[in-house]
């Protein structure tokens, strides 16, 4: 049962560009959550989804930050007009059940750089 | 609200000494707990999680933490440091509440010295 997939890997974007991170959960998993660890510091909540559905955003940057879980294909993070303080890692975890018991298993991770 | 406090940023032991990383949480409800290691530039690897049954957990590599109520903590530990075992770590609260939000710690690195 492979893991948790994030890619790419490795991002660099200039000022103002767009970054799409992708993510495809682990088999069987439909819960799906995004974290950023900036420099030095720990993993903060961003968004909650399941298929199709945003369960919980309140992490999210009110600007220029979305993101979705289609009914197909994987989760996707966009940030749109890119800034320097975007330059971070980006992690994503599934879970199978969505409860507070539930183990989320993480993905690589995606490491941002903004030129 | 819930939140967790890893009471170390830096830990150095020696290789063959035990390893002691400080946690307390803080929740009003008796929550999910979780210690992460995440290796540089690797993803985070679950070490093991307490759900309100038995208060000592024991996790993947020798690690086991100790869920005390009484105390708010929930510290993680290892008899015998191994040079694989440095890397950062994270105690992580899961509220109860479902939102799926996990609440990190700042995170705590461990230092092996030979």
């Known amino acids: 049962n492979a893991g948790v997939m994030q890619n790419p890997r490795h991002l660099v974007r200039r000022r103002g560009q767009e970054a799409r991170l992708r993510c495809s959960p682990m088999?069987?998993?439909?819960?799906v959550y995004w974290y950023r660890q900036l420099p030095e510091e720990g993993l903060k909540f961003m968004v909650y989804?399941?298929?199709?559905?945003?369960?919980?955003e309140s992490g999210m940057p009110k600007e220029r930050f979305s993101a979705e879980f289609p009914k197909e294909g994987p989760s996707i993070l966009r940030i749109q007009q890119v800034v320097r303080g975007d330059s971070a890692a980006y992690f994503c975890?599934?879970?199978?059940?969505?409860?507070?018991?539930?183990?989320?298993?993480f993905g690589p991770g995606t490491r941002l750089t903004v030129l | 609200a819930q939140s967790v406090t890893q009471l170390d940023s830096h830990v150095s032991v020696s290789e063959g000494t035990p390893v002691l990383l400080r946690c307390n949480y803080s929740?009003?409800?008796?929550?999910?707990l979780f210690w992460y290691v995440q290796h540089p530039n690797k993803g985070l690897q679950l070490l093991l999680k307490?759900?309100?049954?038995?208060?000592l957990v024991k996790g993947i590599n020798g690690f086991e933490a100790e869920f005390k109520k009484s105390e708010t903590s929930f510290h993680l530990t290892k008899p015998s440091a191994h040079m694989s075992d440095a890397a950062e770590y994270f105690c992580?609260?899961?509220?109860?509440?479902?939102?799926?939000?996990?609440?990190f710690g700042q995170g705590t690195t461990l230092q092996v010295k030979p």
């Open positions: 975890a599934s879970s199978p059940y969505g409860t507070y018991t539930d183990t989320q298993y």
């Open positions: 088999k069987g998993h439909s819960h």
């Open positions: 989804l399941q298929k199709e559905n945003i369960i919980d």
């Open positions: 929740s009003s409800y008796s929550p999910s």
């Open positions: 307490y759900t309100s049954a038995a208060t």
């Open positions: 992580v609260v899961s509220p109860t509440d479902n939102t799926g939000k996990l609440i």
